[in-house]
């Protein structure tokens, strides 16, 4: 089993920056791919960044392409995720989820999730 913690989420002006962070407890976060999702109110979930397990390939929605980056840290057992130049309809609920083998741009391959941090961007 792994455990999931997102944090580093708030209220932030557009064209700001928040920082996420996807802390791992119970296994190793090196073994796995990490992907970031988000769902706005009323909204379903949608994909916005994935990164593989030893951050060979990173893979992002085309809206947060070139203004969002993923990154971790397997020492400390953590994910990131750099939000740039924000803009209000990236409100919304973010996840990280955890996989094996390769990331993935799609919610059913993860097993694991955590239970989100609410991102708000303020025009």
């Known amino acids: 089993q792994v455990q999931l913690v997102e944090s580093g989420g708030g209220l932030v002006q557009a064209g700001g920056s928040l920082k996420l962070s996807c802390t791992a407890s119970?296994?190793?976060?090196?073994?796995?791919?990490v992907g970031w999702f988000r769902q706005a109110p009323g909204k379903g979930r949608e994909f916005v960044a994935a990164?593989?397990?030893?951050?060979?390939?990173?893979v992002f929605a085309d809206s947060v392409k070139d203004r969002f980056a993923a990154s971790r840290d397997n020492a400390k057992n953590t994910a990131y995720l750099q939000m740039n130049s924000l803009k209000p309809q990236d409100t919304a609920v973010y996840y990280c989820?955890?996989?094996?083998?390769?990331?993935?741009?799609?919610?059913?391959?993860?097993?694991?999730w955590g239970q989100g941090t609410q991102v708000t961007v303020s025009s």
């Open positions: 989820a955890a996989k094996l083998i390769g990331a993935s741009r799609y919610e059913n391959d993860y097993r694991y």
């Open positions: 119970g296994r190793t976060l090196s073994t796995y791919a």
């Open positions: 990164i593989s397990e030893r951050s060979i390939s990173t």
